[in-house]
């Protein structure tokens, strides 16, 4: 079997090409511009290649066909409709990475299924990928185009600590807050629902739909069966790295508002996906890849994290920004409860 990956070097993409080369037997080529490169396993083959110029790309992949094209990059309606120009006729299944953060939101119902509708006011990202699924699905019903499309939630892996609220540099800075002792922000309550997958159980979902004839012209949420609120999602993190929890609970109306000038998407990112309550059911998944289940659960995750993180500087990225943001707001709400 023969596979195409776009992109291919992602959180997500990575332990997909690794099982399959190093379980699975697959061929595996990935096309990309060669930044990340080397974090794949050995054997597989690349195409140097920036897919938006459609030419190059066009003549590089030049009598090539694949058992399956996944497009782990795609985010807006012009990349698919490129996509389908390339690959239409020369792939028997193409994936497409869309997102859980599609699902109707405000949520109709906490429980996510396959088929709860796709609606999200907060989010331009997330509405892309709705146009993306849309016009996909359009052309399976129409033509026949073999698509298969696969809504992530938060997929994470040992290069990432999930969070709720962070800087645009990621998450780093929100565990040197913890190593220093100072509060910590959780929007909301902190008891909202909030499911986390490790990237390994993510890529045995998504490897067991490739060359899978009951996958076309399917959707597929793929996410770990692991449960947990905010609140013991900083927990565990904390407990991880050996220190006391300072959570610091703030309405994500208000870290939207007061965050929105700084150049951070909160209503996208808050109340858009991550401060809604989800439960995944995935018994559509499991019927089709019954290998699908969770073997790393987050408080094992999030070890292998940051373990890798704490021994790694490139990835204890800094954001003095986002520091100095997080220690305003809190004072701020703390002279008001003063004032009050």
């Known amino acids: ?16 090409t690794k099982r399959l080369v190093e379980e699975l037997g697959w061929e595996v080529w990935i096309l990309n511009r060669g930044n990340r490169n080397d974090v794949l396993p050995e054997g ?17 992949l030049e009598g090539m066909e694949f058992d399956v094209v996944g497009e782990f990059i795609g985010f807006t309606l012009d990349q698919v ?3 389908y120009r390339l690959f239409k006729g020369k792939t028997k299944q193409y994936i497409y990475i869309s997102s859980a953060s599609a699902y109707n939101k405000p949520a109709a119902n906490y429980v996510i299924t396959e088929g709860t509708t796709l609606a999200n006011p907060h989010w331009e990202y997330s509405r892309n990928k709705i146009a993306c699924e849309e016009f996909l699905m359009k052309k399976y019903r129409e033509e026949g185009f073999p698509v298969t499309i ?16 962070h800087g645009k540099k990621g998450f780093y800075q929100v565990i040197k807050r913890m190593q220093e002792g100072k509060p910590v922000i959780i929007q909301g309550d902190g008891t909202s629902l909030w499911t986390v997958t490790f990237n390994k159980d993510f890529a045995i979902g998504y490897t067991g739909l490739m060359g899978n004839r009951h996958a076309i012209g ?8 692991e449960t947990l609120t905010w609140n013991q999602i900083y927990q565990t993190i904390a407990d991880a790295l050996g220190v006391e929890l300072k959570a610091y609970h703030i309405a994500s109306e208000y870290l939207s508002a007061v965050g929105d000038k700084y150049g951070f998407d909160f209503e996208g990112s808050l109340t858009g996906d991550k401060s809604v309550s989800v439960v995944f059911d995935n018994s559509k998944l499991k019927r089709v890849v019954p290998d699908m289940k969770t073997t790393v659960r987050f408080d094992q995750g999030v070890r292998i994290a940051l373990d890798y993180v704490l021994s790694h500087p490139e ?7 986002f520091d100095e943001w997080c220690d305003k707001v809190i004072s701020v709400l703390e002279d008001t409860k003063k004032n009050f």
């Open 1 to 16: 079997m023969k596979a195409l990956f776009i992109g291919g070097t992602g959180t997500i993409s990575t332990a997909i």
């Open 44 to 60: 597989v083959h690349t195409i140097k290649c920036d897919i938006s110029d459609e030419a190059d790309a066009s003549a590089k």
């Open 81 to 83: 409709e490129r996509d």
């Open 150 to 165: 696969v809504r992530p939630s938060h997929t994470y892996d040992e290069r990432n600590v999930p969070l709720g609220v």
């Open 218 to 225: 399917e959707a597929f949420q793929i996410t770990g069966d």
């Open 315 to 321: 990835c204890q990225v800094e954001d003095p920004e």
